[in-house]
């Protein structure tokens, strides 16, 4: 059981690998609870797509995070970059090859972390996902999940979202990503002390989403 927090920060952060099932849950949680949305992969994904669009290298550190500074970026029910709507293209497979590139870079993360801080004190509540919304980005949250899943399932799920890619492919690719995810060195993906893991290989969406909302419901949120 988490210790309970006094309810200052109105903040559910959900954490976990490609395809530990966050995403889908994260929407289902805000919507039961009216509360905002704030994926922060897709974050990370539209510098690495407005990097590509401009032609600048996804390693080279110090360009990407000029531009992370001072890109305008939109994330809501649809991805606007620089008023370029990015929604599906930051999905494509070219986006998810260099992303972990653009994720692992410290000046990055320092300014989308300070984004994510913004949006949230601008909402005044968040429903906020990613790999270190419990550990770096709010670590006062008064929720904190950490979902995963069997390597073999999430792969499964990937490959059931990108029809155009084959199970290998996909098992390859998140297995990559996980590795870049949780070895890097600023921010790598982790268990928060306080957070609830969940496993969810043999969940249902909705005892998830269920067991998400009694923890809000401990904690005072919803
Ligand atoms: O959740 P996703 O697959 O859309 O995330 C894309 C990449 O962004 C992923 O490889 C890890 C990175 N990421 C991160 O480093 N920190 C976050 N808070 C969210 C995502």
């Not at 309970?4 to 949680?29: C, E, F, Q, W, Y």
């Not at 986006?95 to 972390?113: C, D, G, I, Q, Y």
């Not at 004190?121 to 770096?136: K, M, Y």
Request: no cysteine.
């Amino acid at each position: 059981m988490p210790t309970l927090k006094p309810p200052g920060l109105k903040v559910i952060a959900i954490d976990g690998p490609a395809g530990s099932g966050k995403s889908t849950v994260a929407r289902a949680v805000a919507a039961k609870l009216g509360m905002p949305y704030l994926d922060t992969g897709a974050m990370y994904r539209a510098v690495a797509f407005s990097a590509i669009r401009r032609g600048i290298d996804p390693e080279d550190a110090a360009t990407v995070a000029k531009l992370a500074r001072e890109m305008e970026l939109e994330v809501a029910d649809r991805v606007m970059v620089d008023d370029v709507d990015a929604t599906i293209e930051i999905r494509s497979p070219e986006v998810t090859r260099a992303v972990s590139v653009v994720a692992v870079n410290p000046e990055v993360r320092k300014e989308l972390v300070r984004r994510q801080r913004e949006w949230a004190e601008r909402e005044g509540s968040g429903v906020i996902e990613g790999r270190d919304i419990g550990t770096v980005v709010f670590p006062e949250a008064p929720v904190k999940v950490y979902m995963t899943a069997s390597d073999e399932e999430r792969a499964q799920r990937r490959s059931q979202e990108l029809l155009d890619m084959h199970y290998d492919e996909v098992a390859a690719d998140i297995a990559r990503r996980d590795h870049i995810d949780s070895t890097r060195e600023h921010a790598p993906l982790a268990v928060a002390p306080d957070a609830v893991v969940v496993d969810t290989t043999a969940s249902t969406v909705e005892e998830v989403v269920e067991l998400v909302l009694t923890l809000a419901a401990k904690a005072g949120l919803g």
